[in-house]
T-cell receptor
C-alpha cells in the first residue's frame, strides 16, 4: 500500500507558527485528509479534516492544493503543550476500508 | 459518555498464553479497529470491522483474532502470545472510515 510521507521530526519555539507537510500521491478521488495528534501514553486525537482548499478550526488550519497530492497542517503560535506526534491520514484508492497511519512527525516545541 | 473503553490497561503474559483485550464503545459507531504501537513507532492496523458480523485483516493480522458480535464490542484475541507482541494496543471507533476516529487509552501488553 502506498503510504503518506511526512518529516520524521521538527523543532520549533513557543509562539511560532508550525507547518507540517504531508505527501499523499495516491489519494482516492473521494477521500478526505485527516490529521491526528498523539501525546505520549495516549491514543491519537483528531485535529482537523479537509477535502480541498483550506479548512480552519479553533486548533489548526489545513491547506490542500488543487491536485490534493499533499497537505499542510498549520499550528499557529505553538506552546510547549503542542509537543506531540502528528499523523496525516488518507485512504488509498486500493485500500478498501483500511485506515492506516504512517510514521508521523514528532514536533518538539522549545521554550 | 464514556467513548471508547479498553480493558485491561496493563497486562503481562507468559509466552504461549492467550488472552483477550476488550474494547467497547457507546457511540453507536459502525467502524472499529485495532492498532498496535511499538516504542517510537507509528500505529499499525491489526484488524478492523465495518459493522457487526463483519471483520477484515489489516496490515499485521498474524497472531490475532477478532470478532464483532455487537455494534458496541470489538475484542482482540491473542492466540499464543509471543515476545514480539509486546506493544501498546489501541482500539478506535468512528462512524465510518472517513470520519473522526475516537481512540481508547490503550492496553500496554508485555509478553515475557
Amino acid at each position: 500500500l502506498a503510504k503518506t510521507t511526512q518529516p520524521i521530526s521538527m523543532d520549533s519555539y513557543e509562539g511560532q507558527e508550525v507547518n507540517i507537510t504531508c505527501s499523499h500521491n495516491n489519494i482516492a478521488t473521494n477521500d478526505y485528509i485527516t490529521w491526528y495528534q498523539q501525546f505520549p501514553s495516549q491514543g491519537p486525537r483528531f485535529i482537523i479534516q479537509g477535502y480541498k482548499t483550506k479548512v480552519t478550526n479553533e486548533v489548526a488550519s489545513l491547506f490542500i492544493p488543487a491536485d490534493r497530492k499533499s497537505s499542510t497542517l498549520s499550528l499557529p503560535r505553538v506552546s510547549l503543550s503542542d509537543t506531540a506526534v502528528y499523523y496525516c491520514l488518507v485512504a488509498e484508492g486500493n485500500a478498501g476500508n483500511m485506515l492506516t497511519f504512517g510514521g508521523g512527525t514528532r514536533l518538539m516545541v522549545k521554550p | 459518555n464514556a467513548g471508547v473503553t479498553q480493558t485491561p490497561k496493563f497486562q503481562v503474559l507468559k509466552t504461549g498464553q492467550s488472552m483477550t483485550l476488550q474494547c467497547a464503545q457507546d457511540m453507536n459507531h459502525e467502524y472499529m479497529s485495532w492498532y498496535r504501537q511499538d516504542p517510537g513507532m507509528g500505529l499499525r492496523l491489526i484488524h478492523y470491522s465495518v459493522g457487526a458480523g463483519i471483520t477484515d485483516q489489516g496490515e499485521v493480522p498474524n497472531g490475532y483474532n477478532v470478532s464483532r458480535s455487537t455494534t458496541e464490542d470489538f475484542p482482540l484475541r491473542l492466540l499464543s502470545a509471543a515476545p514480539s507482541q509486546t506493544s501498546v494496543y489501541f482500539c478506535a471507533s468512528s462512524t465510518d472510515r472517513r470520519t473522526e476516529a475516537f481512540f481508547g487509552q490503550g492496553t500496554r501488553l508485555t509478553v515475557v
